[in-house]
Structures are given as C-alpha cells and as structure tokens.
C-alpha cells in the first residue's frame, strides 16, 4: 500500500505537479514530509486491518460459544421437562395419599399402602450442563459478547436460577434419604406394606407426606419458572445469532 502511494508521488514529482519551491531545501522538506505521510497512512491501514482481523476472530467465537451453548440449554430443556413431568405425577399420588389417610379406615388400607410405596421411589433431580458456559468464562468468551441483554440473561440463569434449582434438589434428596429411613420402622418395602398402623393413626404418616409435598410443590414451581427463563435465552441467543 505504501509502494502504491509512493509511486504516485514519484510520477507526479516526474511530471513537476508537486509544485516548484524557491529554493533545492524546500524541495527535499516537501519529499520528506511526504514519505512520513505515506509511512503514518501505511501504519494506520495495518492498525486497521489488524482490528478487523481481531474483530473477526472474536466474533467467530462468540458464534461458536452461543450455539454451543444453545445446544446445552435445549438438553437442559429436555431434562428438566422429563423430570417436571415426573415430579407433577408425583403430586397427584401425594394429593391422592393425604385424601386417602385422611378418611383412613381397614377398607382403604389397600389403596394407602400402594400409594404410599408410590413416593418412596427415586426422586428425579435436575442438573445442568455447564460445559459451553464455563469454558467461555475460563477463555474469556463471555466477557466478550457485546449484547448486554443476553450477557445479563446468561448469566441470571447459570449463577442464580440453576444455583437454586441445584440447591433445592440436593435438600430434596437429602430429605428423602433421611425419610428412607424412617419409614423403616412402619413400612415393609419388600412387600409393600404399612405392617405398624399406629403410623397412619398417629398422624406421622400424614406428617411425613405433607412434608414431602410442600418440597415436591416448591421444586416443581422452580421447574416451571427456569423452564421459561431457559426459553427466553434461548430466543435471545437465536436472535442474536441471525444478526451477525
């Protein structure tokens, strides 16, 4: 580019249309001043292309980093809306237990000890994929992103939403492996059985089911509201997407 510039100058130097100074200093003033002239223009398009160049890398992994992100929250979807189907399943059969105890008596004891080997399964828990979102934090990708509606989006939903549904899922587990063995002085699993009525009679079954479905209820509510903050990023990160 330089070179270019540079024989511009020669030919209209050679066709005298630079001017005739008064005196031979003025002459090589004029020549001197114009090659730093050519040199700071041949820095400044380097700079230039240098900043698109850059720019252009950063955005590819911007791009790289969205849809792979993307594609963390779509199985982040799936799973969690297996498990909020699970876990609104498990609401009817606890609804359907309180009923059931409440109007207690030897012709529904049947129909308790069913529901009630019913909750003692394994209770499906939600936790997120994190590969694409740490690694953008660890290479700097994240800071990157120039949309700041998405950036703060992203962020709410890995620091704050998924913290808490994580949060509230270790307590759940460990509230239904304490209860796990609790029920071992009333409940027969093998056979599926209340065998020591005084359990239902007492209230502690009912106690012991209320409980889990006021935790059950919470974790369900929290399925449903991240399930939309899910989809909100996601629309965020499309949208994003087809700008570029």
Do not use: C
């Amino acid at each position: 580019m330089i070179k270019f510039f540079r024989r511009i100058r020669y030919d209209l130097m050679e066709k005298n249309k630079t001017g005739k100074p008064a005196w031979p200093v003025g002459r090589y003033l004029k020549y001197a001043i114009g090659e730093i002239i050519l040199v700071v223009i041949g820095i400044l398009i380097a700079i230039q292309i240098n900043n698109w160049n850059e720019q252009r890398k950063s955005n590819l992994k911007t791009t790289v980093f969205l849809k792979s992100l993307k594609n963390d929250l779509k199985s982040d979807f799936i799973q969690m809306d297996s498990i909020y189907g699970f876990r609104k399943q498990r609401e009817n059969v606890f609804e359907s237990l309180t009923h059931e105890i409440e109007s207690y008596s030897e012709g529904n004891k049947r129909r308790i000890d069913s529901l009630y080997s019913e909750t003692q399964g394994l209770y499906q828990t939600f936790f997120p994929t994190v590969g694409a979102y740490n690694g953008a934090l660890n290479s700097g990708t994240f800071e990157e992103l120039n949309n700041e509606e998405l950036k703060e989006s992203i962020r709410n939903l890995y620091e704050r939403y998924y913290k808490r549904l994580s949060y509230n899922g270790e307590l759940l587990d460990e509230r239904v492996e304490k209860i796990s063995w609790e029920r071992i002085n009333f409940f027969d699993k093998g056979k599926s059985t209340i065998f020591d009525l005084a359990a239902i009679q007492s209230g502690k079954l009912m106690g012991q089911t209320e409980y889990l479905r006021r935790t059950n209820t919470i974790y369900i509510q929290l399925l449903s509201k991240i399930k939309n903050q899910i989809k909100q990023v996601v629309n965020l990160i499309e949208k994003e997407l087809k700008e570029e």
